[in-house]
């Protein structure tokens, strides 16, 4: 049994994970950013005591705990160096939490978390390498070569989504300008969803902005669905641009798979058969087997069971 | 002792290097492509023999031979899948090169081969992970993770030239369009440097196509030094270019070192220290050490070098 720990800049979720890789038992509570970090690791100790309380475990029956957090981790001392989200800078996670348990405590940037649970127990379980690329808010990233999360010597890699794809384009909160998340997450979507609104007060998305709605990923897809041009000229345009992002990856990792996560992968085949199909047109070569480009198949479990077994993939 | 062969379209370059990873003694003889691939397979052979006889070892002295070449390999079988400047598909190169030789063969990418030469004997000696980038006519690329050639799943990896950094940008012959190598290869710096030249007659780039010669990245690089503000500003630009793919190579994978390599590197500190500065500023965190971007040390023996020893990094 392990437990794996989602730590997020909102909430904070644990699960008790069996050696099958199911969870058998998760929990949350809200992480209240901005507290000292002693109290954000007392409530993950609380958390973690509640499940073992509820399912009749132990301590001594837990492997291992691991801890999946935003931002970047020193992952051979335990401590988060920093990150935004939680406005941490160089905490002592490791030591923190083994204040409470007495097992090892593996620490891992959460999108590496998340490729690791596809990898282990998900939509890559099959495959020797993986890419995770995880399409919200922005668009996060996680490496698996040769069983091994790869970060980089800092463990600093894996930032997919601040990968320029279009030189001199949008600016990104990164300070980076045209960066594949400005146009290939959510995010993206909803600002060329909004300035094609403004350019064609005809189609359907202006009629959402009419009644007061703000436009999202759901809406914007079922516009298109429903046959509105302009909508589906934004829907082509994103798969554009995330079929761009995922044959750079392909052009210079060739993983076995690429898995996109993600609420928006739950658009599925329609989202995902026109990037195969522009993937394919566009990768430098077609004389080798191409990698598999397929749906994240976890959700935000994926997060618990990949944190919960992570020390494994260091 | 080794043999490390550079199989290129052009000529074909041979040597012997010992176990400090020195070249003994080399030798090259043109490749003629378009002949049958035993042939020119006869001739590396021929090339190897005559090297033997003149350093005065023999086979028993060689632990294996090693040959890059363009294209893309089958590591584990010894085969070119395929490669369009030797025009090869399919060709069993180590099958055919040991009716000569006793001896192991090993075959790889001559971009990955370079990598590991500047890796193992050269610039990145001292680093555990690197990436090579060679500004050439394109970009080539070769990438040394956990002291391994990482080329991926199907062995077509490390195509870093034809990363997209400008969506919707200069055509490649790829395929795609705005690849990193038609900005930031000597090709893309001619090519910029020419529509300077048309928009600014009173540059000395101007001054160099009306005496009827060309444009190349000896005399544009001239120019800027010498105080041409056009030129100076395609070398600005250029320099930006080498950055944003590096920089995008640095948010992916965070290799402790980026080697630079192509005639063009001979520029040195006049090329780099901007590009450093841009990368420094343009990386996604600055929390933890950058990866250092220097100088390939090798030039062309890099391809032999690590062609001998490149079975041990496979």
């Known amino acids: 049994m392990y437990i794996g720990v989602d730590l ?36 993950i100790a609380c958390l973690i005591e509640d499940i073992l309380a509820q399912t009749g475990y132990s301590q001594s029956d837990i492997k291992s705990i691991g801890l999946g957090s ?69 668009i996060g990233g996680g490496i698996v070569l040769n069983d091994k999360i790869h970060n980089g010597f800092n463990y600093a890699g894996g930032e997919i989504g601040h990968m320029v ?18 146009y290939a997450s959510v995010t993206g979507l909803i600002y060329m969803a909004n300035n094609a609104a403004k350019e064609h007060p005809e189609s359907m998305l202006t009629q959402i902005l009419n009644k007061g709605e703000k436009l999202n990923g759901r809406n914007i897809f079922d516009c298109a669905k429903s046959g509105d041009k302009t909508a589906l000229k934004v829907i082509e345009d ?27 992968s739950n658009e599925g085949e329609y989202l995902l058969a026109p990037v195969r199909e522009q993937v394919a047109k566009e990768v430098y070569t077609d004389k080798v087997p191409l ?11 994926a997060g618990i069971i990949g944190a919960a077994i992570v020390g494994q993939y260091q």
Chains 1, 2 share one sequence.
Request: proline share 6%; aromatic share 8%; net charge positive.
């Open 238 to 264: 994103f798969r554009y641009y995330i079929a761009v992002g995922i044959t750079n990856i392909i052009n210079i990792l060739q993983p076995e798979a690429v898995v996109v996560g993600g609420g928006i």
């Open 291 to 301: 990698p598999h480009i397929i749906k994240a198949s976890l959700g935000n479990d």
């Open 70 to 138: 935003p931002g970047v981790p020193d992952i051979k001392n335990g401590v988060l160096v920093f990150s935004n989200n939680l406005q941490w800078n160089f905490v002592p996670v490791r030591t923190e939490l083994q204040k409470y348990f007495n097992t090892p405590v593996y620490l891992d940037n959460d999108a590496n978390c998340a490729a690791i649970g596809e990898y282990a127990a998900g939509a890559a379980k099959q495959y020797n390498t993986t890419v995770l690329v995880t399409l919200g808010t922005g």
């Open 165 to 182: 794809i279009k030189a001199g384009g949008i600016p990104c909160s990164c300070g980076r300008d045209g960066c594949w998340e400005r």
């Open 8 to 43: 997020g800049g909102t909430k904070i979720a644990a699960g008790l994970v069996d050696d099958n890789l199911k969870i058998i038992k998760k929990a949350s509570c809200p992480t209240n950013v901005g507290r000292p970090y002693s109290e954000i690791i007392k409530d």
